[in-house]
T-cell receptor, first 113, second 113 residues
């Protein structure tokens, strides 16, 4: 049981390049999330998926797209990376509803130069 | 978005003492809150949660107190240990939507041996 696995762990991009962050969970969770965390800040929700086949915007969706490929996988795509997207990205998952623990991945450190 | 803030950015305590980390929230309709612990280089880890129909909830060495009158919650850690050193975040669920959480900026807890 690996929990939430995200790749890559580290990535350096040039401005304007595109990339996809991959996330998979093996806990049969319905809900999956992508957050970003800037230095000294809390996490901000980019997008979430309450169930397979659905996605919704969070607080800071601009510049990102997501795909809920199946129940296990939820990817985050940067179509044209900008320096403002330099951040640590966390994927998370949970069973839907209060009282269910949200499990986070280990994070992906992205630098856009 | 919601405003979830922490009063103290850094807290230093002596090993064995009790720690209290505070958090304020802005939406009186919020009904679900979670405390997370984040160790350096890792993803946040669930500690304890509380619904708005409670004012206190206890876990192992941790207690969360909720004061709805002043929109404040706190995390108390008993007999603080070096392994408790981390950044602690409170998170507030958007009312009626347990899929969206708003995080505070975090409090760094330093435990001195």
């Amino acid at each position: 049981n690996a929990g939430v696995t995200q790749t890559p762990k580290f990535q350096v991009l040039k401005t304007g390049q595109s990339m996809t962050l991959q996330c998979a969970q093996d806990m049969n969770h319905n809900s999956m999330y992508w957050y970003r965390q800037d230095p000294g800040m809390g996490l901000r929700l980019i997008y979430y998926s309450a169930s397979e086949g659905t996605t919704d915007k969070g607080e800071v969706p601009n510049g990102y797209n997501v795909s809920r490929l199946n129940k296990r996988e939820f990817s985050l795509r940067l179509e044209s990376a900008a320096p403002s997207q330099t951040s640590v990205y966390f994927c998370a998952s949970t069973r839907t509803g209060a009282g269910n623990t949200i499990y986070f991945g280990e994070g992906s450190w992205l630098t856009v130069v | 978005g919601e405003s979830v803030g922490l009063h103290l950015p850094t807290l230093s305590v002596q090993e064995g003492d009790n720690s209290i980390i505070n958090c304020a929230y802005s939406n009186s309709a919020s009904d679900y809150f979670i405390w997370y612990k984040q160790e350096s280089g890792k993803g946040p880890q669930f500690i304890i949660d509380i619904r708005s129909n409670m004012d206190k909830r206890q876990g192992q060495r941790v207690t969360v107190l909720l004061n709805k009158t002043v929109k404040h919650l706190s995390l108390q850690i008993a007999a603080t240990q070096p392994g408790d050193s981390a950044v602690y975040f409170c998170a507030e669920a958007e009312p009626y939507n347990f899929n969206k959480f708003y995080f505070g900026s975090g409090t760094k807890l330093n435990v001195k041996p």
